[in-house]
């Protein structure tokens, strides 16, 4: 079924009895050419990709609970390409340019919003750091505008400008950086290769990774095993514990994130704003209400829920910023499990088992990076060549010291 503005008006006028389930409910097959595990936005992305790009249709994305019920769906949906280092730069490009395409090619309104990040300064170091970023956001063939205090004071007249522990020097402004809501993303993504003959089997968790004599064979799942030549690991904050089933210890900790949403409040927030002096973002949802994050809780956990001390810091760190806010009610407060690498970069890559891939290490950021790493996963898993956008996304760097140490969220890089 494709969807059109036509389509819901006739289905308004017919009490909308014509929808059709977006995908089948597939049951597994015995084989496959292919499996991924995992339906988060990077699996079936993936499927979405191999099927589209590379005409491999029999797969199945393979997903414990049921699609989107990951961090695809726990994210505070920002997508930006400002990241500064060689490797990270060129995928996160090459992925915005895909989010701009993503609602024509999927058929489905997944809510991009170019709205504009601004990230600001609080110093003159901050400001030259932010200043760099730019250049390099620029000579990527990205999007990027230092700002002024004047000129930020005029965008965002809500900040608070009068204090004078962070005063605020100026900004830095990424106008194609903005948001999307989320489990769209994956939805649109699941519809589009479940069209293209994709299985997508949720409630059928892996429990087992079948290898012999170095070569992957299939998978152990809840409801039995299921051969393949090919199976991709793409579980985000599951990652170590389903590499461990293949006798793979990955350089990943699972770590909680949490993030916050207020009551719907009238227009007040036009872009994203970020902190520069405290790990503190936000922007305003479609319905109204105010999203925020902020810093990890600091503890390896598998737990999808965060703990009061960061609750605090993440509020301190608005009040600082936009005073307005403490009239504001959170309504709803939640965590997802981040799987963090150890230079914050993330992995698509084989492993030493021939057949047996792994897209891993998104990190906070991984949302962005859905459409990049589902396209270069993809390309991966059917040629058996890392696409050249992610070529240092190695998993051997971390043995011979070629980290990418970049935070791409602050100001400055390689605070990691
Ligand atoms: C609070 C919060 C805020 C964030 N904000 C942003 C942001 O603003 N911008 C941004 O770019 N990124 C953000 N992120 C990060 C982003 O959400 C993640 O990096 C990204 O969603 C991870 O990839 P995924 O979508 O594939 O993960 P997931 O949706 O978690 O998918 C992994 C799937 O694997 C399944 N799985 C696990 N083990 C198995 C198994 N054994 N068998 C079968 N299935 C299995 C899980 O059930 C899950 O559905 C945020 C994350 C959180 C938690």
Sequence with gaps: MRYSGLKVITEGLFGNKGWKPAWRDAAPKAEYDAI??????????????????????????????????????????????????????????????????????????????????????????????????????????????????????????????????????????????????????????????????????????????????????GVQTTRGAIRAKKVGMVVAGRSSQVAAMAGMRLPIESHVLQAFVTEGLKPVIDSIISFGMGHFYISQSDKGGLVFGGDLDF???????????????????????????????????????MDMSVDGSPIIDKTHIDGLFVDAGWNYGGFKAVPASGWCMAHLMATGESHEVARRFRLDRFRTGHVMDEEGTGSQHNLH
């Design 36 to 217: 991924i595990i995992g339906g988060g936005g990077h699996g079936l992305s993936t499927a979405y990709y191999l099927a589209k790009n590379h005409g491999m249709t029999n797969i199945a994305v393979l997903e414990k609970g049921y699609l989107g019920s990951g961090n695809i769906g726990r994210n505070t949906t920002i997508v930006r390409a400002n990241y500064y280092m060689p490797g990270n730069s060129e995928f996160y490009s090459h992925s915005l340019k895909l989010w701009e395409g993503l609602e024509a090619e999927l058929n489905y309104n997944v809510m991009h919003s170019q709205r504009g990040q601004l990230i600001l300064a609080h110093s003159d170091g901050q400001r030259d750091t932010l200043a760099r970023r730019g250049n390099a956001m620029i000579n990527q063939g990205d999007d990027a505008e230092l700002w002024t205090l004047d000129q930020v004071k005029e965008f965002a007249p809500y900040l608070d400008y009068a204090q004078t522990r962070f005063p605020i020097y100026g900004g830095l402004m990424h106008k194609r950086g903005g948001t999307a809501r989320h489990d769209a993303v994956a939805w649109g993504y699941a519809r589009g290769a479940d069209q293209r003959g994709v299985d997508l089997i949720q409630n059928c968790e892996v429990t087992g990774i079948d290898i012999e004599n170095g070569v992957v064979k």
């Design 299 to 337: 503890y390896a956990s598998y737990a999808a829920r965060g703990n009061l001390p960061m609750v605090e810091h993440v509020m301190e760190a608005a009040m600082t910023l936009m005073p307005m806010i403490g009239r504001a009610k959170v309504l709803r407060s939640w965590g997802g499990i």
